[in-house]
């Protein structure tokens, strides 16, 4: 028994050893005990969408070129709680600034206060959150893209009919200004709008997808707000042998879409451009750090791309 | 005689002992390995962010030793974080929204132990059944529905440490008091090691089933009431895998899955271990993904551990 007991303690301790080994920098890095600025990153799981893979990517990138130690605490699922856990334990471990790619907009009141109080700066990436103690923003113009895209569809879909957009997660920032940018447009021109809100979840916009187009045959085209759900409700389409009458246009510029797109299955995408995001708000959060001024908030537009540019963007 | 039973004896304390080490063993490595992690400010945030787990995990504690299994505690979360959401964005009084939850939750677990011992469906398959149902209920409850900005008086339940700590400490009282000092609850025992001859010896087995899985679903949704307070907003997408979660920590402090043995206090020990795992591997920079692989290498091991001394009781 004790030879397992041993063995148990054993095992504890390897696992300790392995997160010493795999730490991208020691607890006490954090708190600038080397001399070198320490920020934490953590966004939207990058397991689970490509646009979040490259953003972690390009957020490191990012803090090299600055010359910073960075800590990715990102959770693995699209969890809010965890998220804000993993706010709490950057704010703990000593760092001096934060980004955050937030899963939930709303979730992190409480800990934005407590990293305020510890004078630790706050900036976030790809979604707005709505505290004062969030000091920069950088991401797409949601809200002007959605409308160049709901534009895009009216001008490629002239018979007016329903629209499907397959949403975010109600009340997330960016979901609902991407949704309120394409419907303000096609319902100007007369287009009816079924609004339908996924989670994010790329399953959930296979099954909306699929369920919607069965009950209205004389749905036109469909919005995906994120292109893997735009390329799950392609799916739908396809399945109901549908695809060239019923037109499906997405949101974010992924690898996927654009090979999509040079199919000709996708109509069309809006291009973010995650790296100058990256690349902006981690000069921000470094900037504030050394007391100097940073950029407060970017908004980068986004732009269409189509079979008619995706060549150059395909790699 | 008297030298195997000393040594069984030994081997009970030991067997109790050996999850509180290892949570102290794991505290230590941490503290040494991270200045930052070593602060009143981190045991702060441990505990705060065990609250939900532990508070959940409570249920599954009785429904185990029981020897039962409840799968849909996820779903039965969610389901009542939709409702707290729908009653909230209806200005229903914030008192009223709360016990309306509990009641919820209660129900939904009764009907897990009616399904359960009124069919005689294997608990497995009966409470994953009811996942998936309650999961359905709760999406098309909270379809296109903006559940967010509640009210100050309602956030204030998970705000800050000491109310969501104090309920999870109660929680864990009141459990305790129901297992040590009810005939409930130390019956939850018996029935858990043997159902049949608790059932010669007249226990009413299937009512008492029905009370633990209530218990569960009470549980389940006093956890939810305080991550809606502390997050400010709910949707159908939570909730995802916290059954599991809640049985792993339960496993981990030493409660058997095959029922007559664990504990509240061991239930305790487990979710520190899980939550002192996750925020001391981040105090080290170690990613999410590395994490999970810790978390999941301490199931086996903990499950492992109560294999082995249980084929060591039988062959002494």
Redesign the interface.
Known sequence: MRRISTLAFGLVFLLCVAGLVFANGSGEKAGGTSGKITIAYTGYPGGLTPFWAQMTQYVKEAAVAEGVDLVDLSPTVADAAQQKDSVDNAINRGVQGIIIGAIDNRAFGESLKRAAAKKIVVVAVDTAIDDPQVTALAQTDNLASARVMGQYIVDNVPMKGKVLILGGTLGHQTGDARRDGVKQVLEANGYTVIFRACDWNDAKALETATNELQANPDIVAVFGCWDPGALAGLAAVKQRNLLGKVKVFGFDGLPAAFKSIKDGELSATIKQDNKQMAQVIVHSVVAQIKGQPGVKKLLIDGFVIDKSNVDKYLQ | MQAGSSISTR?QI?KGI?PL??LV??YL??AI?????R?L??AQ?IL??AV?LGTLAAGPTIVLISGGLDLSIGSLFVLVAVVIGLLLNAHVPIALVVVLSLLVGALCGTLNGAITVGTGIPAFIGTLGMMKVYRGIAELLG???????FPASF?AIG??YLIPISIMVVSFILVYVFLSRTRLGYNCYAIGGSNEVSRLAGVPVKKYYLVYYTIGGLFAALSAII?AS????T????G??MELDAIAAVIIGGTSLSGGVGGIGRTVIGVLIVTT??????????????Q?I?IG??IV?AVW?DV??RR?ELGA
């Open positions: 081997s030991w050996q080490a290892g063993f794991i490595v941490f390995a991270s200045a930052t992690f602060t400010d981190t945030t705060t962010q939900i379809a296109n529905q903006d559940m967010s900005k956030q705000a800050g991550q502390r997050l400010n907003f949707n159908s997408s939570w995802n895998g795992l996750n925020t001391g591997l981040s105090h080290l920079g170690v990613s999410s993904s590395w999970r810790s290498i301490v091991l551990l082995v001394q060591r």
